[in-house]
């Protein structure tokens, strides 16, 4: 997998510049909770310097240090969601997913004009 702007050049040239990428982690877990972030990365932000691939595919210590770069920089904007065992049980994991992200875009200080969203539709 390839970390690429294609979605947001072609919103951003349309004049929408705050746009939210959301994703959860946790859905195929067979416990614990499902967790959401949402993020907004400015227009001006560069990753290929950071040789960002799929999380999956980093080693803890890469990992951690592309989460201090995201996480410790004033232009990036993010927020996290959970969704508890209890209410997986109750509403089915993929409404709780589907939760989780919400409560991610909610946090977020701004809100965003548009969403890009890995995973499944309602």
């Given at each position: 997998?390839?970390?690429g702007?294609r979605h947001?050049?072609?919103?951003?040239?349309?004049?929408?510049?705050?746009i939210?990428?959301?994703?959860?982690?946790?859905?195929?877990?067979?416990?614990?909770p499902?967790?959401a972030?949402?993020?907004?990365?400015?227009?001006s932000c560069?990753?290929r310097r950071?040789?960002?691939?799929?999380?999956k595919?980093?080693?803890?210590?890469?990992?951690?240090?592309?989460?201090?770069?995201l996480?410790?920089?004033?232009?990036?904007?993010w927020?996290?969601?959970?969704?508890?065992?209890?209410?997986?049980?109750r509403?089915?994991?993929?409404?709780?997913?589907?939760?989780?992200?919400?409560i991610a875009?909610?946090g977020?200080?701004?809100?965003?004009e548009?969403?890009l969203?890995?995973?499944?539709?309602a």
């Amino acid at each position: 997998m390839r970390c690429g702007f294609r979605h947001e050049k072609k919103l951003w040239s349309l004049g929408i510049v705050r746009i939210a990428g959301i994703d959860e982690a946790g859905r195929g877990a067979l416990a614990g909770p499902v967790v959401a972030a949402a993020a907004i990365l400015p227009e001006s932000c560069r990753l290929r310097r950071l040789r960002l691939n799929d999380s999956k595919q980093l080693s803890p210590d890469r990992r951690e240090e592309i989460f201090q770069y995201l996480t410790t920089r004033s232009e990036i904007l993010w927020s996290v969601g959970i969704v508890d065992h209890l209410e997986i049980d109750r509403i089915n994991i993929l409404r709780a997913s589907h939760a989780a992200m919400r409560i991610a875009v909610a946090g977020l200080t701004n809100l965003p004009e548009h969403a890009l969203i890995d995973g499944l539709p309602a």
